[in-house]
């Protein structure tokens, strides 16, 4: 049952290793190259993209706080300033004396037009006057005896919490200044503004991107607010925790909606709450909506690299499919053109097979050439043996002699079909050739072999001609010449003039033995017959009193190789 279980996954991973080792079209590799080279584009984007929205938080953090302090220290200046109004009247002496009807007009006079109202409390937090009625009238119960308290108790001016005014019915808020004359018991000096006298004070800043105001009291009761004036004297529907917080805040329960970020500021003056705050979508949104387009903007890219990779790869693979056809041409030996293509590596290719084809077909016929050359060559051979093979019998008086006088000939010949061999069609260089065929007699002292000549090089059948006449001056020398004694030396020099190449042969023996000239054998033979007859060579051969003297005249025309010739020609 295990086993079952594994079979699906087994599969699955022989699929995989089958895909991956299996070759791909080039397209695919086009593929990878664009995805390589945007997906890491895109990743930085993104990481870019999401350190610029924490900046911008930043920024944003840093602004809204400086925004919540603004509206903080605006509310303070109205609270101070309605603070000051109630200091300025706190000095008027009809108060201090009891003329409260004089207060009463002097107050009225001042507070005109300021949207603001004046009460006297007693002692008992019961009112006196009241700026909103006329002096006398009948005065309705005592407003916020807790703050009237509070200012009484701590001797400062106390700013209330919002309420609603019973006279006309709008919420309100209080600061209440305590007053102690000299003679006669306290008093409260009150007063009262409409609590949406502060949206104004809202409207003043330069909220936007979704960013609203709201000033709320020490019971979060909305005061002012810059998103609804219906909710003033609501509870806030955010829970404010801290000063200057940073955060996201859960909705206030019976408001929909998702999270906000806000910013917390506490006045000094009232103890109420400058808060600055938005819906976490509409402050994150420009983010998201840069980051889907980024997203959208790269899987369009991809899919436009992807179709320009199929494009490209038809390109490409029909190319490549006929320089296929192309190498298998070459390989079959059959001519092949090249052929211009969009893609200059491909034409390049395209024109190296061209050139491989032709290549192939000069090989193939220097091949042949060589075999009709090697047959050539070994009628040669055959035909230099026989004659040597004859000369040879013709010239020794026993078997054994013939034996020892043709096996060295053929070494010579051997030597000189090495050189053949190894120059191939450019010929032999002759200092080479003189050298192999007379090192097997020449003695260990240096000073006994002078070559000396410039570069001269020398088709295969006239190299083949001079080493076997050069094998026999240099037999002769070691059985009757300068290698003879152990004195002798050897002298072999050449220089082309007039067309023409001297070569000389001159031995220097202190003691020279005297020889049948008359006698011709197997080198004379070569030298007369081969040399002089074959490459149309003058020879002279001179006995001095101190050696053989013996000097080729040849003409140029016979020695050097075809190719050379053809250069010639050209130039």
């Known amino acids: 049952m295990h086993e079952k279980n594994n079979a699906p996954a087994a599969g699955f991973s022989e699929r995989i290793r089958a895909f991956a080792s299996a070759p791909k079209p080039i397209g695919f590799f086009l593929f990878l190259l664009i995805a390589v080279t945007i997906i890491p584009a895109i990743g930085v984007s993104v990481v870019l993209l999401q350190r610029n929205n924490e900046a911008q938080r930043e920024v944003v953090a840093t602004l809204a706080e400086a925004m919540a302090g603004s509206i903080s220290e605006a509310v303070d200046r109205e609270l101070s300033g309605m603070a000051t109004t109630l200091r300025v009247l706190s000095t ?151 000063e200057g917080v940073y955060r996201k805040a859960e909705p206030a329960e019976g408001r929909e909606g998702g999270t906000y970020i806000t910013m917390v500021e506490e006045s000094g003056v009232s103890g109420w709450k400058a808060v600055v705050w938005a819906p976490t979508t509409a402050i994150e949104e420009p983010m998201y909506h840069s980051l889907r387009m980024l997203l959208a903007g790269g899987l369009l890219v991809i899919a436009i690299g992807a179709f320009a990779a199929w494009l490209l790869g038809r390109q490409i693979a029909g190319p490549v499919r006929r320089l296929a056809r192309d190498a298998r041409r070459l390989g079959a030996g059959e001519p092949v053109h090249a052929i211009e293509y969009p893609i200059a590596e491909v034409t390049t290719v395209s024109s190296a097979l061209e050139e491989a084809a032709l290549d192939r077909q000069q090989s193939e016929n220097e091949i042949r050439l060589l075999m009709r050359e090697v047959a050539h060559r070994s009628k040669n051979q055959l035909t230099v043996v026989s004659s040597m093979a004859k000369q040879t019998a013709r010239s020794s008086r026993s078997f054994s002699g013939f034996q020892d006088a043709f096996q060295k000939r053929l070494y010579g010949l051997a030597r000189s079909t090495d050189l053949l061999i190894a120059g191939g069609a450019g010929g032999v260089e002759l200092r080479e050739l003189l050298t192999v065929q007379v090192d097997p007699f020449r003695p260990e002292s240096p000073d006994r072999l002078t070559l000396s000549g410039p570069k001269f090089r020398l088709a295969n059948q006239s190299a083949q001609t001079i080493g076997l006449a050069v094998h026999e001056l240099a037999t002769n020398a070691a059985k009757y010449g300068a290698f003879s004694t152990e004195t002798g030396r050897l002298e072999i020099t050449w220089k082309v003039k007039d067309e023409t190449l001297i070569l000389t042969w001159r031995e220097f023996v202190p003691k020279t033995r005297r020889r049948n000239v008359r006698r011709r054998g197997f080198g004379t033979e070569i030298i007369e017959r081969m040399v002089g007859g074959t490459l149309d060579a003058e020879i002279s051969r001179v006995f001095h009193r101190d050696g053989l003297e013996c000097v080729f005249t040849i003409p140029v025309d016979r020695l050097v190789p075809d190719l050379q010739k053809r250069a010639g020609r050209m130039n």
């Open 92 to 242: 008027t002496p009809s108060l201090a004396e009891g003329d409260l009807e004089d207060f009463y007009d002097r107050a009225k006079r001042a507070l005109a037009g300021s949207g603001s109202y004046l009460q006297v409390l007693d002692e008992n937090y019961e009112p006196l006057l009241n700026t909103r009625v006329l002096f006398g009238d009948e005065l309705l119960g005592p407003p916020d005896q807790h703050t009237a308290a509070l200012a009484l108790e701590r001797g400062v001016t106390t700013t209330s919490d919002v309420f609603v005014g019973k006279l006309a019915g709008k919420w309100n808020f209080n600061i209440m200044k305590p007053f102690f004359p000299e003679n006669g018991p306290p008093r409260v000096l009150v007063m009262t503004r409409h609590a949406d006298a502060l949206v104004d004070v809202l409207s003043q800043q330069m909220l936007r991107g979704g960013w609203n105001a709201t000033v709320v009291d020490s019971n979060d009761i909305v005061v002012a607010s810059s998103f609804l004036s219906s909710d003033i004297g609501k509870p806030f529907f955010l829970d404010l925790e801290g």
